[in-house]
Each structure stands twice: as structure tokens, then as C-alpha cells.
């Protein structure tokens, strides 16, 4: 769900820019209801360089392309942008662009094309880049948990149960795929797929947020939110290192850490102090460019004139 929300957000401020913008997504065992969006398997398309004719931009966002592909759309007309996150791959194309905020640990030396990336081009959505953070409230008394648009760890039933065991007083989750529970619990409330305008309120509402250390904490820095960061996979770990080492994230927690349970309540336990999340509030919006994606449309369009 984060390349599907940055690549949204890169799309919306292109024809903000007045350029028109298409977005082709290969769904898999998951669809989205969104008409701006064109549901295709573009990865194994032999005829994808006519395809694209007429575009004078190309960005790619995905894991599953290869470097055949990359090497057939750099031979193509349109001007290619790859966005990376980890250095996948030796790019073929005319810019590799990590919009990540820990982008200049990443050694990109192997890249015979140009790259830039870091927080000046930190992507957000519309709803994001408009809002303001929230006041902090005197009591962490709300937890929200949202760890993406599919918990494939099945990690949401142990968070329940961890968090309700707190004394918290109200408990969201966001659950796109459903949750089935027998627990029951006055102070818990699930909901499912949300979207940008209702996930913005979401975690501004909330007085502490439990997320994974994608796209999300981004959004979430920019909203000054109060954060216990868990990593899901491999590709979250440089984004969580760096999070943590300036201060926003307490610890470094993985969702198969031995013991779980007290790494969470430890960190729910350090953010109920008031002066903790004041301080994060002033922090967090600190770390990022909230203009991140308008800096990436004037760099892309700069290429044009090359």
C-alpha cells in the first residue's frame, strides 16, 4: 500500500501542475476502487515500450521489475524514472530517485544514471501536506493501530490483546482485509480500508499510534504523532534506523521480537508522559519537507528540457 499511496500522491501533484498523469497498478489478491487508477500486469508486457508512446515521463515504483525491462523502456522515448528505495538494481533509465528520508546512507556508486532522493523529496499526500498537527492532550488515553493495507505478519489479534491488556481507554485498529475476533471489548473499535482525508483525523484523533515503519511514518511525522514503530519486513529497516536515531521512534522493534508484549507496553508506557510527546510534536514535522512531492514534480520536469 505505500507505492500505491506515494505513487498517488505523485500523480495528483503532476495534474496539480497542470500535467496529465495515468497510473497503471498490477493488483494482487487485492483490488482498489478508484476509477483514476488502471488495473494491469504491466511487468510482462512485451509491447509495453509501444504502449507507453505519446507519455514523456515513465516512473516506475516496483520490487518486481527486472533489469531487461528497465533496459527495453530506457531505449523507449520517454524520459525514465525509477523510483528505488534500497539500491534493488543497476538501473537503466535517466534518474533513480529515493524519496526516502535515510536516502544518503544508501551507496548508489554502482549507478552509471544520476540519483537524488533524501527528505527534501519525502512523498505525502495531498491530505497530509495540508493538515497541521494536532494539540497534544494532557492524556495518552487512544491508541490507533494501522500497519498497512494487509497484515500478512497476522499480527493484529496479538497487538489487540496487548494493548487491551494496557489501561488504555479506547482502541482503533485498521483493518482492510476484516478481522475476524472472539474477543470483545467495549474500548475497541475496528474499521476497515480508510482513505486519506479519513486516515489524516484517524491519527490525529489518536493520542499514540502503533504502525509499521513504511510509508507511514512519514505521514506520521509530518502530523508531529507519537509513534511505536514496529518493522514488518526488510525494506522498513533503514527508514526505522533512521526514525530512531533522531529520537521520534523509543526503541527498534521487530514484529518477531521474543517478547513482543513488553517491548509495546514499554513504549506505550514512555509515551503516555505528556512532555514526551510534547517534544516529539515539535520534532517530528522537523525531519521531513512536507513539500517533498512538488520538489520531485519540478526535478521530473526538469528532465524534459535536458
Given at each position: 500500500m ?11 501533484a503532476?495534474?496539480?501542475s497542470?500535467?496529465?498523469a495515468d ?12 476509477s483514476s487508477?488502471?488495473s494491469v ?5 512485451v509491447?509495453l515500450?509501444?504502449?507507453l ?13 527486472d533489469k ?6 530506457a531505449?523507449a522515448?520517454?524520459?525514465l524514472?525509477?523510483i528505488?528505495?534500497?539500491?534493488r538494481l543497476?538501473?537503466a533509465?535517466?534518474?533513480?530517485l529515493n524519496p526516502?528520508?535515510f536516502?544518503?546512507?544508501?551507496d ?5 544514471i ?5 527528505a527534501d523529496f519525502v512523498i505525502?499526500?495531498?491530505a497530509?501536506?495540508?493538515?497541521e498537527?494536532?494539540?497534544v ?7 490507533l493501530?494501522?500497519?498497512?493495507g494487509s497484515d500478512f505478519?497476522?499480527l493484529?489479534?496479538q497487538?489487540?490483546?496487548?494493548f487491551?491488556?494496557?489501561?488504555i481507554k ?5 483493518a482492510?482485509e476484516g ?16 482513505s486519506?482525508?479519513?486516515?489524516v ?5 489518536a493520542?499514540?499510534?502503533?504502525s509499521?515503519?513504511g510509508q507511514s511514518l512519514?505521514e506520521?511525522?509530518?502530523l508531529?504523532?507519537p509513534v511505536?514503530g514496529?518493522?514488518l519486513d526488510?525494506?522498513?529497516?533503514p527508514?526505522?534506523r533512521?526514525y ?6 523509543h526503541?527498534m522493534i521487530?514484529?518477531?521480537d ?6 509495546l507496553l ?14 516529539l510534536?515539535l520534532l517530528e514535522?522537523?525531519?521531513i519537507?512536507?513539500?517533498?512531492v ?5 526535478n521530473?520536469?526538469t528532465?524534459?528540457?535536458d
Amino acid at each position: 500500500m505505500g507505492h500505491l499511496t506515494r505513487c498517488q500522491a505523485i500523480k495528483e501533484a503532476f495534474e496539480t501542475s497542470g500535467v496529465t498523469a495515468d497510473m497503471w497498478v498490477h493488483f494482487i489478491e487485492m483490488s482498489v476502487d478508484d476509477s483514476s487508477i488502471s488495473s494491469v500486469d504491466w511487468v510482462p508486457m512485451v509491447d509495453l515500450s509501444a504502449r507507453l508512446e505519446g507519455y514523456s515521463h515513465v516512473i516506475i515504483d516496483s520490487y518486481r521489475a527486472d533489469k531487461r525491462l528497465y533496459e527495453t523502456l530506457a531505449e523507449a522515448r520517454p524520459k525514465l524514472v525509477i523510483i528505488d528505495d534500497y539500491n534493488r538494481l543497476q538501473y537503466a533509465g535517466d534518474l533513480v530517485l529515493n524519496p526516502n528520508v535515510f536516502y544518503q546512507d544508501i551507496d548508489y556508486s554502482n549507478q552509471d544514471i544520476p540519483h537524488t532522493g533524501g527528505a527534501d523529496f519525502v512523498i505525502l499526500r495531498e491530505a497530509f501536506r495540508a493538515s497541521e498537527p494536532p494539540a497534544v492532550k494532557p492524556e495518552a488515553e487512544s491508541l490507533l493501530i494501522s500497519i498497512g493495507g494487509s497484515d500478512f505478519r497476522l499480527l493484529l489479534p496479538q497487538l489487540i490483546k496487548i494493548f487491551l491488556s494496557s489501561d488504555i481507554k479506547e482502541l482503533c485498529v485498521i483493518a482492510p482485509e476484516g478481522l475476524a475476533l472472539e474477543l470483545q471489548d467495549d474500548r475497541l473499535t475496528v474499521l476497515g480500508r480508510q482513505s486519506a482525508n479519513q486516515m489524516v483525523q484517524l491519527f490525529k484523533d489518536a493520542d499514540v499510534v502503533v504502525s509499521a515503519c513504511g510509508q507511514s511514518l512519514h505521514e506520521l511525522a509530518s502530523l508531529g504523532k507519537p509513534v511505536i514503530g514496529i518493522c514488518l519486513d526488510i525494506d522498513q529497516e533503514p527508514n526505522q534506523r533512521f526514525y530512531h536515531s533522531e529520537g521520534m521512534l523509543h526503541q527498534m522493534i521487530c514484529w518477531d521480537d521474543g517478547d513482543l508484549e513488553t517491548a509495546l507496553l514499554t513504549n506505550l508506557k514512555y509515551l503516555s508522559d505528556f512532555e514526551v510527546r510534547s517534544a516529539l510534536s515539535l520534532l517530528e514535522p522537523t525531519l521531513i519537507n512536507t513539500a517533498g512531492v512538488h520538489n520531485i514534480v519540478q526535478n521530473l520536469l526538469t528532465l524534459s528540457n535536458d
